[in-house]
């Protein structure tokens, strides 16, 4: 008996539908913190909470994979630019933590209304940094082929 293929359509669909679930997570935890909501910043109670500056890596990256699904110069660059950000978050954070020097992001846009897990408010761990700068770097380096089924293009 042979497996079903999988089509390139049901893979766009299954990556968009994980796209948008790390989306509103992320969309949760910035709300959360910025409203000095906690209960809305952590999945559980008593689970660490999304630090502000992840959430909006998280968004970054998402958002620089939904525009590389579309067709055009200007969704691409915009894809590229999304990354980008999502990156420069990341290595800032990396950076933070291998030198000890304070860039000041980890609070910039709210203060971290959840216990500070890192010895740092507001500042993600090593290893959720290293996550979302692989992450904008995938998001960056895994366009859909072009002559394949993209998102939002009329069949």
């Known amino acids: 008996m042979t497996r079903p293929r999988t089509t390139a359509s049901t ?9 948008l679930l790390a989306c509103a997570v ?13 209960r809305l910043s952590s999945l559980l109670p008593g689970l660490p909470a999304i630090k ?3 959430a909006l890596s998280i968004l970054a ?19 590229y630019g ?3 950000v999502g990156g420069l978050i990341a290595v800032l954070t990396l950076l933070q933590h291998l ?4 860039f000041g992001i980890d609070t910039l846009v ?5 216990e500070p897990w890192t010895g740092h408010p507001g500042r993600s761990s090593v290893a ?7 992450a904008a770097i995938a998001a960056a380096l895994t366009p859909a082929a072009r002559d394949g089924p993209r998102i939002f293009d009329s069949a």
């Open 11 to 19: 893979r766009l669909a299954f990556g968009m539908a994980l796209a």
């Open 26 to 38: 992320a969309s949760m935890g910035l709300v959360g913190q910025v409203l000095g909501a906690p």
């Open 52 to 54: 502000v500056n992840a």
């Open 61 to 79: 990256s998402c958002g620089a994979w939904f525009a590389l699904q579309r067709r055009g110069a200007g969704f691409r660059a915009f894809g």
């Open 82 to 84: 999304l990354a980008a």
């Open 99 to 102: 030198t000890s020097f304070d």
């Open 110 to 114: 709210a203060r971290d209304v959840s």
């Open 128 to 134: 959720v940094s290293l996550a979302l700068l692989l």
